[in-house]
């Protein structure tokens, strides 16, 4: 078994990605050779399974394209199926740098919190992006630390780890397009805690954003729209961290 | 009857009567409907009720072609609610039919067939009993075929909205699927090499 010796794994969604997932992979293994790493193939048409397999990745081929939420969601599966202790989340397309994941499993392994998210509006460095979209990150950004009760200064960012009894909780419960605001919200409401951890972004070396200019407006008003409806739905109890925890132990 | 649509018919009705070509024409396609139907049938290839409709269709084909000047006029002369009723109850007819044929080839489940069948009996109830939508005309204020379509248009949307919930159920089950998919293949290969790995005297 590959897997059964490591209490970590990375999880890695990719669409599409055969030029930039196999130097991923490999840097992720050279750098933290402890991690299992976890490629997510999202239905991709190119050999993005293949490379990433040869690279020495664990690999899930998702059959057709369920989005990233439903990608990351698969990985959530197997890494609660696995019972691994801490996984941390790295997109395939090369704008989370390998380096910054040490901070994020550094902060998880402390178990003070069920989630850290490494935040590019913590960090020094500016990060470039569309006015519209820094707008709606501002709003978005607004609206869940008011939920949250606690600053979320980078909601959209899928640069985050987990513990255990989160991933159980995603692995059954994680919503689908555009999930990150989404999710934090749900799992805040089932009484789980997060943090947040300052990252510098890299600009994308190739591939596009999952999300064109058009889009972002429906971004927008789709994930406002899912946390007014998250408010209005009861809280699950056999979801509940305290529950889990106890399942789990 | 206004005079502008008598005139519509007049012309309607000389267009035809000199058109010898074309209502031979119509009249072999009505002829041909009927016996490619009855040929159908002999063979146990369509059930009765559907047989009986296109030989009705081929009837009044025929009938036209054969005397265009009396089938419009006969036509024209009949009450307007009674021939927005009959078409009514030939669509109803037809809704209910094809549901039943859909169901019965097992294509259609029968929670979906429920709400096509309610349009069916809800129109072929207009079409029968003019009078049970007075109530209705008398507080939207509607003519009795705006009536009859807005009825037939509040089922409609309820069959596209039953639709939409469908789908999205559908959509988080196929994703269920494919995830699981994914990771049993994933699984799969472990073992694959694992056994690849291992002595053959073991095997």
């Known amino acids: 078994m590959t897997s059964s010796s490591s209490t970590t794994i990375a999880i890695v969604p990719a669409f599409n990605e055969e030029a930039s997932i196999g130097t991923l992979v490999t840097e992720i293994r050279e750098r933290y050779p402890e991690l299992d790493v976890l490629v997510i193939d999202d239905g991709s048409a190119d050999r993005t399974s293949d490379v990433a397999r040869a690279s020495g990745a664990i690999v899930l081929s998702l059959p057709c394209n369920l989005g990233v939420g439903g990608a990351v969601q698969a990985g959530f599966m197997y890494a609660s199926d696995r019972q691994y202790d801490y996984a941390v989340r790295c997109d395939g397309d090369g704008q989370h740098p390998p380096e910054v994941l040490g901070d994020l499993l550094a902060e998880i392994r402390k178990n003070e919190v069920d989630l850290v998210i490494g935040s590019r509006h913590l960090s020094d460095e500016k990060y470039k992006n569309t006015l519209i979209r820094r707008c709606g990150i501002f709003g978005l950004s607004w609206l869940l630390t008011r939920i949250c009760r606690k600053p979320a200064t980078d909601p959209t960012s899928g640069l985050q780890a987990f513990n255990r009894p989160l991933l159980y909780f995603f692995a059954r419960r994680y919503p689908t397009d555009y999930p990150e605001p989404e999710a934090l919200a749900l799992m805040r409401r089932q009484g789980y805690d997060f943090s947040e951890v300052a990252a510098t972004f890299r600009a994308r070396e190739t591939g596009v954003s999952s999300i064109g200019d058009l889009d972002t407006i429906y971004y927008i008003i789709k994930v406002f729209l899912a946390l007014v409806v998250d408010r209005a739905r009861r809280i699950d109890p056999r979801y509940s961290k305290e529950n889990i925890v106890e399942h789990l132990s | ?203």
């Open chain 2, 1 to 203: 009857m206004n005079s502008e649509v008598n005139d519509f018919v007049t012309q309607l009705i000389a267009h035809w009567e000199s058109a010898a070509l074309a209502r031979v024409v119509v009249g072999l396609v009505g002829a041909g409907i009927i016996a490619i139907t009855l040929r159908a049938r002999s063979r146990g290839k369509v059930s009765g009720p559907i047989t009986c409709l296109w030989v009705l269709l081929g009837a009044i084909v025929v009938l036209f072609a054969s005397n265009p000047q009396n089938f419009i006029t006969t036509v024209i002369r009949t009450d307007y609610l009674t021939r927005v009723r009959i078409m009514l109850g030939l669509l109803s007819f037809l809704v209910l039919l094809i549901t039943w044929e859909t169901v019965r080839s097992t294509h259609l489940k029968e929670r979906y067939a429920l709400l096509w069948v309610a349009t069916a009996v809800i129109v072929l109830v207009c079409a029968l009993f003019p009078q049970a939508v007075d109530l209705f005309r008398a507080v939207a204020g509607m003519s009795y075929v705006t009536a009859v379509v807005s009825v037939m248009f509040t089922f409609l949307l309820l069959v596209a909205f039953h639709f939409s919930i469908t789908m999205s159920s559908m959509e988080l089950k196929q994703c269920k699927t494919a995830q699981r998919i994914a990771i049993l293949e994933a699984r799969l290969l472990e073992v694959e090499n694992a056994l690849r790995e291992m002595p053959d005297d073991v095997s």
